[in-house]
């Protein structure tokens, strides 16, 4: 099973800034597409951002202009790096990227989920 780390995460006041960080293992070979979800106390999880080679980014209407969403894929890391953050952003964020090894089926991973707080 593919483990992946997140990190990144922790408290911030409204209007600060955070990156979260998603490695991969050394053995994926690329990551063609991947994305973020969210999940605040008591909702359910929810779509940020996404991106793709084939269909590019696309993002959430209450994160568009704040969040980018970006893969350096020499370092198997993804990344989604967030300003302007408030309160309403408080929630556990998950990476959900598709890894690929050499010869192996694509597999859709999940991070361990990371907490964001932002306090007003």
């Known amino acids: 099973q593919l483990q992946l780390v997140e990190s990144g995460g922790g408290s911030v006041q409204a209007g600060g800034s955070l990156t979260l960080s998603c490695e991969a293992p050394?053995?994926?070979?690329?990551?063609?597409?991947m994305a973020w979800y969210r999940q605040a106390p008591g909702k359910d999880r929810e779509l940020v951002a996404s991106r793709s080679t084939s269909r590019g980014t696309d993002y959430a209407d209450f994160v568009k202009g704040r969040f980018t969403i970006s893969v350096d894929n020499a370092r198997n890391m993804v990344y989604l790096q967030m300003s302007s953050l408030t309160p309403d952003d408080t929630a556990v964020y998950y990476c959900n990227p598709t890894l690929i090894r050499l010869g192996r089926p694509p597999v859709y991973a999940w991070g361990q989920g990371i907490q964001v707080t932002v306090s007003s």
């Open positions: 050394r053995s994926v070979f690329s990551i063609p597409s």
